[in-house]
């Protein structure tokens, strides 16, 4: 066992590096969130008139999201492919050919002719460069959180854990700001010909900051530790990621994706379906949503980190379970305030339902989730686990827009929707039983 003294120098090394690994991490989640968002903000904004025309606007609408919700059927698939080469290979490589895929996809849908230009083939076109997008992302989330989270001491990995997820609310602010800025600063015609293609044009400028920032940074210890060289030549072969997973975890992968549903599905709720039912259905100046949501991520850079710095203290299950809570209760009164259509009131339900909401549950997900699963195993686990349920959040915009016709225009088979899925995450976090405190090395004997 060694010493205090042999401790404190090896523990300076690994806070040095950990500066390194969160920059990198940051700079990655920062282009996938960006990348998500302003596809969403489009969907919500212009890809129906664009792409999908039609005599009616909400038809446009429920299209568009349709394909902004078909980019998650393709990230499970990319969870799992590159949630095995950064079990097998490691977390640095994967994530650099992750980062490299969603950058180029989100650049040239900035590029694509419109439906008035290339007729059928510019909607096709759409759904190939999502689906392409949605595979590399598939595999961005686990391995960017584990980048940092395997590289932390043990006492502040839910606080340093909790800094790649700030850049969500970076991503959000990122992109309805680029957005807010093209739509105030062109006139309509202007931002609907080639304004709205700014947003995914920029994507290349991020692209090139992380590549260069991600390529500087090292492997996490917690992956060498594991690939240890077997000296007996003769060892049996160590069986597949995806297999070990479910052979160890079987309890806690679908915990984990029940638990994620409330984060994934109110998100989706508040930012993309919230501005286009408030642009579309209630025809209100876009600018009004946007604004709120600049402003919710721009508190949810602070908050994020706090909730964070909290959970090394308390724990990551009560913060989790009280953000799943929080949106339960406040799943029927964030339409009430939208309803008003007061600016002010717009703002409040907003700012404080994305970051009483999705934030709190964000911020210490990954922590939480790297608890539950072995280091042979975690990438897979973690991808999985946010993979696959990612896609009833990223189905969520469509369903609601669904869930709103069929409701005559009102919104309140909406909110029911986002109660229900609030409750059933509530429950999966209440069955976790991952102590708080235990070495996240402790979950390989799980089960």
């Not at 594991?226 to 072969?237: G, I, M, R």
């Not at 602070?302 to 990551?316: A, E, F, H, K, M």
Request: glycine share 10%; net charge positive.
């Amino acid at each position: 066992m060694n010493n205090g003294k042999n401790n404190v120098p090896a523990e300076g090394l690994r806070n040095s590096a950990t500066r390194k690994v969160v920059a990198a991490s940051f700079a990655g989640a920062l282009l996938e969130w960006y990348d998500f968002f302003i596809f969403g903000t489009a969907a919500g904004l212009v890809f129906g008139p664009l792409f999908f025309p039609q005599e009616d606007p909400v038809v446009g609408t429920i299209a568009a999201f349709a394909t902004f919700g078909v980019g998650f059927l393709a990230r499970p698939l990319g969870g799992v492919v590159f949630g095995h080469y950064g079990d097998k290979v490691g977390r640095k490589v994967t994530l650099i050919w992750t980062l490299i895929i969603v950058g180029i996809s989100t650049f040239l849908v900035g590029l694509l002719p419109t439906y008035a230009n290339a007729g059928v083939w510019a909607p096709v076109l759409l759904v190939v460069l999502r689906l392409i997008q949605g595979f590399g992302l598939g595999g961005e989330y686990g391995g960017a959180a584990l980048m940092t989270i395997e590289s932390a001491p043990e006492k502040q990995r839910g606080f340093l854990g909790s800094l790649p997820q700030t850049a969500a609310s970076a991503g959000i602010m990122l992109a309805t700001g680029v957005f807010a800025l093209c739509n105030g600063l062109l006139t309509q015609e202007q931002f609907m010909s080639w304004g709205w293609r700014i947003p995914f044009l920029l994507s290349a400028v991020m692209l090139i900051v992380g590549m260069y920032i991600r390529i500087h940074t090292e492997e996490t210890q917690d992956f060498r530790n594991a690939v240890q060289p077997v000296k007996n030549s003769h060892a049996p072969k160590a069986p597949l990621p995806i297999v070990e997973l479910f052979r160890k975890h079987p309890k806690n992968i679908f915990l984990a994706l029940g638990a994620r549903l409330a984060e994934t599905v109110s998100s989706n709720i508040i930012n993309a379906f919230g501005i286009a039912y408030l642009s579309t259905q209630l025809a209100m100046d876009r600018q009004i949503p946007l604004t709120g949501m600049l402003v919710a991520s721009a508190i949810g850079l602070i908050s994020c980190p706090l909730i964070g710095w909290l959970s090394d203290r308390w724990g990551q299950r009560p913060l989790y379970m009280a953000g799943a809570t929080f949106c339960l209760i406040f799943a029927f009164p964030f339409f009430w305030l939208l309803e008003t259509q007061q600016p002010a009131l717009i703002w409040f339900a907003m700012i404080v339902g994305y970051n009483f909401g999705p934030t709190m549950m964000f911020a210490v997900q990954p922590t939480m989730f790297v608890r539950m699963f072995g280091t042979k195993v975690r990438y897979t686990g973690l991808s999985f686990a946010y993979q696959f349920s990612a896609i009833l959040g990223g189905m969520t915009p469509l369903i609601a827009s669904s869930l709103l016709a069929l409701g005559g225009g009102k919104p309140w088979y909406v909110a029911g929707y986002f109660a229900l899925i609030s409750a059933l995450s509530l429950f999966c976090v209440w069955k976790i039983r991952v102590k708080f405190g235990e070495p996240a090395t402790a979950a390989e004997s799980d089960n």
